[in-house]
């Protein structure tokens, strides 16, 4: 049974995306995902950074065309998470960002949203005949790496950078 479905963020989300951002930074975690939201202050400034990023004429130098989503659940609309697709990639992306990013806000974890989110969008990669999809993780982050394995990952190789190792997966669609 689907629990949550993705959706292209807009001001109706506002107070719940800026709580979003304020509990990974309370908490200080990286919330990947997001489209940039912790490089604005200001909520329509990052609903137009989304749209400026979202196609190759008006991508910010340095990036790829990206579309951002918010991944609510059905019942009740209550933001658990956000994730990127990529539409390319880059060299940098190539090993260690993958077509696809995400978080999942702390309180909302374990509970399968993950697996869910990252379902939905392989559907809208296949739609933009993204195959196959890489899908990276950091060697420590286990859950990370359960999500991509249950959506049909596949381990390429690892990747040392600095202070960590990033896991690359391939999922083919």
């Known amino acids: 049974m689907q629990r949550i479905k993705l959706v292209s963020p807009d001001k109706a989300y506002m107070e719940q995306v800026l709580n979003y951002k304020k509990e990974f930074i309370e908490n200080q975690e990286d919330f990947a995902g997001s489209g940039g939201l912790r490089l604005t202050s200001d909520y329509d400034e990052w609903l137009t950074m989304l749209v400026d990023n979202s196609c190759d004429a008006?991508?910010?130098?340095?990036?790829?065309?990206?579309?951002?989503?918010?991944?609510?659940?059905?019942?009740?609309?209550?933001?658990?998470?956000?994730?990127?697709?990529?539409?390319?990639?880059?060299?940098y992306l190539e090993n260690f960002g993958g077509h696809i990013g995400?978080?999942?806000?702390?309180?909302?974890?374990?509970q399968g949203y993950a697996t869910e989110m990252?379902?939905?969008?392989?559907?809208?990669?296949?739609?933009?005949?993204?195959?196959?999809?890489?899908?990276?993780?950091?060697?420590?982050n286990l859950g990370s790496a359960k999500t991509i394995i249950n959506n049909g990952g596949q381990?390429?190789?690892?990747?040392?950078?600095?202070?960590r190792i990033t896991q690359r997966y391939h999922i083919h669609l």
Do not use: F, W
């Open 118 to 140: 990252l379902n939905l969008a392989l559907d809208v990669c296949k739609n933009l005949q993204i195959s196959p999809v890489l899908v990276t993780c950091d060697k420590e």
């Open 58 to 91: 008006t991508v910010r130098e340095g990036l790829v065309p990206a579309s951002t989503y918010l991944a609510v659940t059905i019942e009740d609309n209550r933001l658990v998470g956000m994730i990127d697709i990529r539409h390319r990639l880059n060299d």
């Open 155 to 163: 381990l390429i190789n690892e990747v040392p950078e600095d202070y």
């Open 102 to 110: 995400y978080s999942i806000k702390r309180s909302e974890r374990k």
